[in-house]
């Protein structure tokens, strides 16, 4: 079955950064594009960026640009996001979804049909 | 960015209640919309996407509609697992967004 399984909690320091993974499992990893997103205590969704992984490219939000990098390694089917300058407002839970296109995809799109576990990220003094 | 609104923003109704939730479309999305429900401490789960696709594995209860820039999702008898807090989604464009959630709550 398919799983995205993601790395621990983490505290962090204002200033510092963090490195998330995300190992996949249950299905072909190059197949299908990962994103992450983000949400604060008791706030919404962030979408933060996308990564393909077979090749590496990504896009991140115009909220995170020259903050995120998003890796992926396919030896280990493992997706990666590290986003650096962590300040009080970056302290939530960051998840990794999979990407899945519903074909005709102009007529269905895309959607999250699975999603990691969470981890959560503490920036505090 | 295409800014997504639901509404209301929290509701409470009991057990067997039929619900209705709106999301609104900043501009015309066709029917690129999905809804997620997230239980507390959990991460989100699809119900529906382009609009009115069931999930595979999601019960028959939840059902969505519309097009453009209203969408509804509608929870014809709730069950004690519905208390929870729902969202909807666009992915007509890059960057996908979401609603700012509509928590649901045991009346």
């Known amino acids: 079955q398919v799983q995205l399984v993601q790395s621990g909690a983490e505290v962090k320091k204002p200033g510092a950064s963090v490195k998330i993974s995300c190992m996949a499992s249950?299905?072909?990893?190059?197949?299908?594009?990962l994103h992450w997103v983000r949400q604060a205590p008791g706030q919404g969704l962030e979408w933060m960026g996308i990564i393909n992984p077979s090749g590496g490219s990504t896009s991140y939000a115009q909220n995170f640009q020259g903050r995120v990098t998003m890796t992926s390694d396919t030896s280990t089917s493992t997706v990666y996001m590290e986003l650096s300058s962590l300040t009080s407002e970056d302290t939530a839970v960051y998840y990794c979804?999979?990407?899945?296109?519903?074909?005709?995809?102009?007529?269905?799109?895309?959607?999250?049909?699975?999603w990691g576990q969470g981890a959560l990220v503490t920036v505090s003094s | 960015d295409i800014q997504m609104t639901q509404s209301p923003s929290s509701l409470s109704a009991s057990v067997g209640d039929r619900v209705t939730i709106t999301c609104r479309a900043s501009q015309p999305i066709s029917r690129f919309l999905n809804w997620y429900r997230q239980k507390p401490g959990k991460a989100p789960e699809v119900l529906i996407y382009a609009a009115s696709s069931l999930q595979s594995g999601v019960p028959s209860r939840f059902s969505g509609s519309g097009s453009g820039t209203d969408f509804t999702l509608t929870i014809s008898s709730l069950q004690p697992e519905d208390f929870a807090t729902y969202y909807c989604q666009q992915s007509y464009t890059t960057p996908p967004t979401f609603g700012q959630g509509t928590r649901l709550d045991i009346k």
């Open positions: 979804a999979r990407e899945i296109v519903v074909v005709p995809a102009a007529m269905f799109g895309d959607y999250f049909d699975y």
């Open positions: 249950g299905y072909t990893f190059t197949n299908y594009f």
